[in-house]
């Protein structure tokens, strides 16, 4: 699939906020954080209804949008190995050739923060790393390739 300079622009922004989100988590962690952004886009609502979107829609990705957040200044050199893996996985998410080890998921938080309000166990779908992943739209995207069974 060749992708058009929207894709290109898509791919670009999906990768840095994987890279700022998860880097540190392996493949795997990048890989549920990348599937959680895709599970939104292919339920449009009120958090966007494409990556670019999505991804910026203000308070969702704080390594994208919050004032303050470290994250929110900080871009990859260009040897960087580990936003070359979080540019591969976008490409798979885009091209829909990625296994999504977080089924349904739409939300996530990291560890380092209390559990939000919305974090219940009725929506919870897998901890990955650091990373604890809910569903809180409650759909299951029947589109996606079963779950990976592996670290969480």
């Keep these: 699939m060749s992708l058009s300079l929207w894709s290109v622009w898509e791919l670009a922004v999906l990768a840095l906020v994987v890279w700022r989100e998860a880097r540190g988590e ?16 292919r339920c449009p609502a009120w ?17 994208m949008t919050a004032p303050g957040d470290s994250q929110l200044v900080k871009f990859p050199a260009g040897n960087d190995r580990e936003f070359a893996q979080a540019l591969m996985i976008a490409h798979a998410i885009l091209t829909g050739s990625v296994d999504n080890p977080v089924l349904g ?7 380092s923060i209390p559990a939000p309000k919305w974090a219940t166990a009725e ?30």
């Design 26 to 41: 392996g493949e795997l962690g990048m890989r549920a954080v990348a599937c959680s952004i895709r599970n939104r886009v």
């Design 47 to 63: 958090w966007g209804r494409d990556y670019a979107e999505v991804v910026t829609k203000k308070w969702q990705y704080s390594a």
């Design 105 to 111: 998921a739409d939300s996530y938080y990291d560890d």
């Design 123 to 152: 929506t919870f779908v897998r901890k990955v790393g650091r990373l604890n992943f809910h569903n809180l739209d409650r759909d299951y995207e029947r589109q996606d390739l079963p779950a990976v069974e592996n670290g969480g």
